[in-house]
């Protein structure tokens, strides 16, 4: 995985489920050493985590399952492009056809 400082994303939030990965000793300090706020879902609430499914949904069939690696630092590196694309550029029916970003500052 592509190696990245705390100082390039002072405002990290992962929001997840109460999953055991995500609530494990070794990922919660992971969390921590790297400056990564968690979020999680209210035991017996699946709505909370909805939007994030819808976009892991989306990521899957758009592009994970679609594209070829060669190499974890091209899958890197192509992720990271995605998700770009998918914040920055991609329009989105649910934010009347302006882009997350756009979305949020307007």
């Given at each position: 995985?592509?190696?990245w400082k705390k100082e390039n994303y002072?405002?990290?939030?992962?929001?997840?489920?109460?999953g055991v990965?995500?609530?494990s000793w070794d990922f919660v300090n992971f969390c921590k050493d790297?400056?990564?706020?968690?979020?999680?879902?209210?035991?017996g609430c699946p709505y909370d985590n909805a939007p994030m499914e819808r976009f892991y949904n989306t990521f899957k069939s758009n592009f994970y399952n679609v594209t070829s690696?060669?190499?974890?630092e091209m899958m890197d590196e192509l992720t990271?492009?995605?998700?770009?694309?998918?914040?920055?550029?991609?329009?989105?029916?649910?934010n009347d056809y302006l882009?997350?970003?756009?979305a949020r500052y307007r």
């Open positions: 995985m592509q190696d002072p405002k990290v939030i992962l929001h997840s489920d109460q990965q995500f609530t790297n400056n990564v706020t968690q979020s999680m879902s209210k035991a690696f060669s190499s974890v990271i492009n995605y998700i770009n694309w998918y914040n920055y550029v991609r329009p989105h029916s649910y882009t997350p970003m756009e």
